[in-house]
Structures are given as structure tokens and as C-alpha cells.
């Protein structure tokens, strides 16, 4: 079934000049890339983005991390598109990441893991109406 899913590419990574080469990744494992844009992460959008976590210890230092610098927001689409790049991204700790995946290639450790993906169909409808209206993305 094709399904969209979100991706950031994260500030760690934008730094490093390495959107071309995780781009690569993601087309060369067969999903497409719908809809892309380069942007600074607020505070709000960031603390929204990942309320989730923000019982956690890390929520703070994670805010701080993806404001620091700008980020690529992306919808991908293809064939089990949330567990495909899930499969791509490779685990988040980039020390037991798969030989291939993208934080196996360019993470710099479990914090700075180069990439962020959905990890369910309704999170990823919800993340993805956080940066994009549907008139942005190009099928």
C-alpha cells in the first residue's frame, strides 16, 4: 500500500552538508521524495513537535538541538512508506545501526543521529500536518 511518512533531516546533518547524500539513501531504497523544505525550527515548533518526550530528562537538551541550526522537513511516499524508512534510518543508536542505513552512514552518536522519521501511519499524518498543507506536496 503507498503511504506517506515525515522525515527531518537534522541540524546535526544539514551542519555537514549531507541532505544530497541522505536524499540518495532514501530515492535509492525506493521512496519518493513528495515534498521538501529547509527550515529554521522554532522553539514552539520544536517544543510542539516533540511534546511527547517532555516529561523526559532530554526533552530540553533535544529542543535546544534541533533549533540550533536549520533542518530539511520532508514528506516521503512510497510502498509501507513509515516502516520502509524506519527499516532505512537504521536504529537510533547509530553503534547498533545496520551497515547501509542512514545513521550507520552519518550519525554522530545516539543524540545527533542525523535523521527523524514517523513511526506510525497516524503520527506520521499528524507530523506532516505540522510543516506541509496539501498543496504542498507534489505526488
Not at 503511504?3 to 533531516?9: A, P
Not at 543521529?113 to 504542498?136: C, M, P, Y
Request: proline residues 3%; without cysteine; glycine residues 8%.
Amino acid at each position: 500500500m503507498t503511504e506517506r511518512t515525515f522525515s527531518i533531516i537534522k541540524p546535526d546533518a544539514t551542519e555537514r552538508n549531507l541532505t544530497g547524500k541522505i536524499n540518495a539513501v532514501i530515492e535509492g531504497a525506493g521512496l519518493r521524495i513528495v515534498a521538501q523544505r529547509r527550515i529554521r525550527m522554532t522553539e514552539a515548533q520544536a517544543k510542539t513537535f516533540y511534546e511527547v518526550h517532555k516529561d523526559r530528562p532530554f526533552y530540553g537538551e533535544l529542543v535546544g538541538q534541533m533549533t540550533s541550526a536549520p533542518v530539511v522537513v520532508q514528506v516521503l511516499e512510497g510502498e509501507n512508506a513509515v516502516a520502509k524508512y524506519r527499516e532505512i534510518m537504521g536504529a537510533t543508536n547509530p553503534e547498533q545501526a545496520a551497515e547501509g542505513t542512514i545513521r550507520k552512514l552519518f550519525a554522530k552518536n545516539v543524540g545527533e543521529n542525523s535523521v527523524h522519521g514517523s513511526d506510525s501511519q497516524d503520527n506520521a499524518k499528524l507530523e506532516i500536518a505540522q510543516f506541509f498543507t496539501e498543496d504542498q506536496i507534489v505526488g
